[in-house]
């Protein structure tokens, strides 16, 4: 897939921002006022946009109109809103004909005269506040597809309350970073050729432990990373470093990747980086143990037979349970002068070994695993693991 196509791949084919789309056009249909909660860092707005339009073109007649509106600083009351509303979709009669100390209301002027008839009025931009303002004006309104909805786009947290005529629908609420790791699955499927099966599992994880729900951010990474050889904190900081991203993260300080980077807080992405390791390499080394223990099962059971090997004030008899640390251990210590407790005469498999319970106990303390550590336990090949002795530890 090329890569500008992954834009349109996020919002009509991941479940969470699928899941976003369709509650707007589900909340216009029922004729209410749909209200999208949506975060300063929106992945690819243009593409949400876009698939908002589709989708209400798909599920409406093919008269109505979807009319983008971008919100305006002055429109802070009912008056003020009417009159944008008219100056955008009212003819110069309909204009002139209003009076503001009339009876009527601006929204029964606006019902009245058809102003709004087959349009889906889409208010993008708008503050707290003015979406208060706005949202005041659209309850005052409150009709339906053949008289004119509203879909109201606020950028800031903004207070729900339980109503019949008004629909939130939260990006926050949607979406997951369990969306953003599928999403990266896919496009790393696309590099089958670089990446092994392992590296991708990780790659998917650290990317979205990372940027969290930017998606799009994460796929920048994904771009912009040679995993294997560099750690993806460097990539972040070439992000920043991109125009396009310049200002990405500066309207929500204190928690996106971009910004923590920015205020030189490594310490919170090194502890993402970590939590996706731990997700996905510390299953790995568990299934290396078990696979190392049945590949050296005999000499094992003679060891234990012949030493008695406690762990945790236990006695082991089966392999299986044999930890790491314990198996190092056997492998190091001499049950008398010249005779290992476990001797494996493949000076491969012990620098193997040790190699795992060094990197295991780098996880189980909070540390990261090079890039390094990381071929050697992400390779399928084997390649790296016959470099050990080059000290990849």
Same mark, same amino acid.
């Given at each position: +897939?090329? #890569?500008? =196509? $992954?834009?349109?791949? $996020? $919002?009509?084919?991941? @479940?969470?921002? %699928? @899941?976003?789309?369709?509650?707007?056009?589900?909340?216009?249909?029922?004729?209410?006022?749909?209200? *999208?909660?949506?975060?300063?860092?929106?992945? !690819?707005?243009?593409?949400?946009?876009?698939?908002? &339009?589709?989708?209400? %073109?798909?599920? =409406?007649?093919?008269?109505?109109?979807?009319?983008?509106?971008?919100?305006?600083?002055?429109?802070?009351?009912?008056?003020?809103?009417?009159? *944008?509303l008219l100056s955008k979709f009212a003819s110069d009669s309909v204009q002139n004909g209003y009076r503001e100390k009339s009876s009527i209301t601006i929204q029964a002027y606006l019902l009245r005269n058809k102003v709004l008839q087959n349009r889906i009025v889409w208010v993008q931009g708008l503050s707290a506040a003015h979406a208060k303002a706005w949202l005041k004006f659209c309850k005052g309104y409150a009709a339906s597809a053949k008289d004119g909805l509203f879909l109201l786009e606020v950028r800031e947290p903004f207070p729900t309350a339980p109503s019949k005529s008004v629909r939130y629908i939260d990006y926050a609420s949607c979406v997951s970073r369990h969306d953003v790791q599928l999403f990266n699955s896919f496009i790393l499927n696309e590099k089958r050729d670089q990446y092994s099966d392992s590296w991708s599992k990780y790659i998917a994880a650290v990317s979205a432990n990372l940027c969290e729900k930017d998606a799009e951010v994460s796929q920048m990474l994904i771009e912009s990373v040679e995993f294997s050889s560099e750690e993806p904190i460097s990539g972040v900081?070439?992000?920043?470093? +991109?125009?396009?991203? &310049?200002?990405? /993260? #500066?309207?929500?300080?204190?928690?996106?990747? *971009?910004?923590?980077?920015?205020?030189? #807080?490594?310490?919170?992405? @090194?502890? %993402?980086? !970590?939590?996706?390791?731990?997700?996905?390499?510390?299953?790995?080394?568990?299934?290396?143990?078990?696979?190392?223990?049945?590949? !050296?099962?005999?000499?094992?059971?003679?060891?234990?037979?012949?030493? /008695?090997?406690?762990?945790?004030?236990?006695?082991?008899?089966?392999?299986?349970?044999?930890?790491?640390? =314990? *198996?190092?251990?056997?492998?190091?210590h001499q049950s008398q002068p010249g005779e290992y407790c476990l001797y494996l005469p493949d000076e491969s498999a012990r620098e193997w070994l040790r190699f795992l319970h060094f990197c295991r106990n780098q996880l189980a303390h909070a540390n990261c695993c090079t890039p390094k550590q990381l071929n050697a336990l992400l390779d399928p090949t084997g390649e790296v693991r016959q470099s050990l002795s080059d000290k990849a530890v």
């Open positions: +897939m090329q #890569r500008n =196509t $992954w834009e349109d791949f $996020w $919002w009509n084919n991941i @479940t969470g921002p %699928r @899941t976003f789309v369709v509650s707007a056009c589900d909340a216009l249909m029922d004729n209410a006022i749909a209200m *999208l909660i949506i975060p300063p860092n929106l992945p !690819w707005p243009n593409q949400m946009q876009s698939a908002i &339009s589709y989708e209400l %073109r798909q599920k =409406t007649p093919s008269e109505l109109l979807i009319e983008p509106l971008e919100a305006k600083d002055d429109c802070v009351n009912d008056a003020k809103i009417g009159k *944008l900081g070439r992000i920043c470093e +991109m125009p396009d991203y &310049s200002q990405r /993260g #500066r309207l929500a300080p204190g928690y996106h990747v *971009l910004e923590y980077y920015r205020s030189n #807080r490594i310490s919170e992405l @090194t502890k %993402r980086v !970590w939590e996706a390791q731990v997700q996905v390499v510390f299953p790995l080394i568990e299934m290396e143990r078990i696979k190392f223990i049945e590949q !050296w099962r005999q000499q094992i059971e003679t060891a234990l037979e012949s030493n /008695g090997v406690y762990q945790y004030g236990q006695i082991i008899h089966d392999p299986i349970e044999l930890e790491l640390g =314990t *198996l190092v251990y056997m492998i190091s």
